[in-house]
């Protein structure tokens, strides 16, 4: 069904403690580990860091702390941490041009500059950046070069698309960025309207798929073409491909449905139809997967296009009902959620009493997800505040920011706290 859209959730680069194997870094100076390197024959990787680092954290975490990382980088790199933040390392932080956080640098072992990369990056683009630097790999302009040289070879364009979010990801200038975004777009519709989609039925070509592919709720002729292999997609790549496809049907469906337009039933049709495959990976309930979309869709309609709050808050009433005790915090939070999106709160005491009293029921549903918790609650606030009850808007948003506490992610709790710091403000102007 439905996910829980967060209203006041972004979501941040998430910072974290090293865990696991993987890099072991050079305890001492960069001078120092120069030394080490000439008399081991390495090359050296110096990550340049700051302890308020988010993204940093996110590195040592989720990128430094791999087995896979530590093996290639163990083996080829006297690797060592600079803090910037201390006053000894300003040397270094000028002579290396370090202007943001994270940047990683690649050094011969007299300490000339090999490559400087700003910014995260994941694991395989961590191992593909040291290859490239130890000269065991071309480099992606490199790597450009030599398609444009052979445009028809169809295995180079498969190897630039896959390496191509970690580069466009690490270009500093917008103007550079945006240049190879459009090269890599046009790179992308190239590969596509070559390769027989026969051929693309495989977990590479999918993942270049899900990473390009533009999903904007119309029928889409090359998305078209997946649905008639889906069988095979989900034999040899698994159900990623079937959710993707559900995704896009459904977001046609939302498009026309808003718009007022009742063709969307015709894809609604689909979920017993051609795309029954993907559908009936929905968990088991007591509404069918078709029942669980008409519902959805059909309130869309009612309360985008019809505007008619009552009938989309009857529709939403029989479908809770027809869930009995499955119904969860999604399914209220969902409803309560799409009814202030769609109206922008501009309704009836009548809804948003209603409306508190789903949130109410969706806090008391078993096993809540922190983070639906904490929208669950804002929302909650929202609605009392709407209706005058200053006091009790604000111990939401009390509750709310308490909670928030509990997430272990420095940067998303940040986001939220500062959040509820507004409605809190906003709330004391208009209790004065």
């Not at 996910?3 to 006041?8: D, H």
């Not at 890599?184 to 990473?211: A, Q, S």
Request: aromatic share 12%; with cysteine; proline share 2%.
């Amino acid at each position: 069904m439905k996910a829980l859209y967060f209203s006041i959730v972004c979501f941040f680069l998430l910072g974290g403690n090293v865990s696991g194997q993987g890099i072991r870094f050079f305890e001492g100076s960069l001078d120092q580990a120069l030394e080490v390197a000439k008399k081991e024959g390495k090359l050296v990787f110096v990550d340049f860091y700051a302890d308020w680092c988010g993204p940093c954290k996110q590195l040592a975490k989720e990128v430094f702390s791999k087995d896979e990382v530590g093996v290639y980088y163990n083996e080829k790199f006297i690797s060592v941490k600079v803090n910037t933040e201390d006053a000894t390392n300003k040397t270094y932080v000028r002579k290396y041009k370090v202007s943001s956080l994270p940047t990683l640098v690649f050094m011969q072992a007299d300490g000339k500059l090999i490559s400087s990369v700003s910014g995260t990056m994941g694991v395989d683009d961590f191992i593909v950046a040291g290859r490239v630097a130890a000269g065991e790999e071309m480099s992606f302009e490199a790597l450009y070069s030599k398609y444009k040289s052979n445009s028809k070879d169809l295995n180079l364009l498969q190897k630039l698309l896959e390496r191509a979010p970690g580069f466009v990801g690490i270009q500093e200038k917008a103007v550079d960025k945006q240049k190879w975004i459009t090269r890599v777009e046009d790179l992308y519709k190239k590969y596509i309207d070559k390769k027989p989609i026969e051929e693309m039925v495989n977990r590479d070509d999918f993942r270049i798929i899900r990473t390009f592919h533009k999903i904007d709720g119309q029928e889409d002729p090359f998305l078209e073409k997946m649905i008639d292999h889906l069988a095979e997609y989900k034999e040899k790549v698994g159900n990623a491909p079937a959710g993707y496809l559900l995704e896009y049907n459904n977001k046609i469906m939302s498009r026309l449905a808003r718009a007022g337009k009742m063709e969307y039933k015709k894809y609604l049709d689909r979920v017993n139809g051609d795309l029954k495959l993907a559908y009936d990976l929905m968990p088991e309930r007591a509404v069918s997967p078709y029942d669980r979309i008409r519902y959805m869709y059909e309130g869309e309609y009612l309360i985008y296009y019809k505007k008619d709050v009552k009938a989309y808050m009857d529709l939403q009433e029989e479908y809770i009902h027809a869930l009995g005790k499955e119904a969860n915090d999604v399914d209220y939070g969902s409803a309560v959620q799409t009814l202030y999106e769609a109206t922008g709160g501009k309704i009836s005491n009548e809804w948003h009493e209603k409306a508190s009293q789903w949130i109410v029921e969706a806090l008391k549903t078993p096993n809540v997800p922190l983070m639906n918790k904490l929208n669950l609650m804002v929302l909650l606030g929202d609605a009392s505040r709407e209706l005058g009850k200053y006091d009790e808007a604000k111990k939401c948003y009390n509750q709310a920011f308490m909670e928030s506490m509990q997430l272990e992610h420095q940067m998303t709790q940040r986001g939220i706290q500062m959040s509820l710091k507004r409605k809190l403000a906003k709330l004391d102007l208009l209790k004065k």
